[in-house]
């Protein structure tokens, strides 16, 4: 069994920074592309960063310049960095990823796995 663990949200005040953290942990033999998506109730959640496991990064349009994703392999982490935090970042942002234990030819059997997520609150 897999689980994703993340850390890092809390309060912080317009245009400052803030870094997160997300674990896996379990059986686990290959961990494919990892992500970041905030979720206000309400609302879905919206990808907003994806690092692959060779580290090729994707962010969306609402975020680039600002936020920062990267991961470490060999720690089975993927962090995501957020500057310049506006109120409407506000959220709990959970991560996600592909992980596989089994193949069937050159391809991992895949299974999504996702944090409890962790809160961020962007407020003067």
């Known amino acids: 069994q897999v689980q994703l663990v993340e850390s890092g949200g809390g309060l912080v005040q317009p245009g400052g920074p803030l870094r997160f953290s997300c674990v896996a942990s379990?059986?686990?033999?290959?961990?494919?592309?990892m992500r970041w998506y905030p979720h206000v109730p309400g609302k879905q959640r919206e990808l907003v960063a994806r690092?692959?496991?060779?580290?090729?990064?994707n962010l969306a349009d609402s975020v680039k310049g600002r936020f920062t994703i990267s991961r470490e392999n060999t720690k089975s982490t993927v962090y995501l960095k957020l500057n310049n935090l506006k109120p409407e970042n506000s959220a709990v942002y959970y991560c996600?990823?592909?992980?596989?234990?089994?193949?069937?030819?050159?391809?991992?059997?895949?299974?999504?796995?996702w944090g409890q997520g962790t809160q961020v609150t962007v407020s003067s």
């Open positions: 996600n990823a592909g992980v596989g234990n089994t193949k069937v030819g050159l391809d991992w059997n895949l299974r999504t796995s």
């Open positions: 379990g059986t686990i033999r290959n961990i494919d592309a």
């Open positions: 690092i692959t496991s060779g580290g090729t990064t």
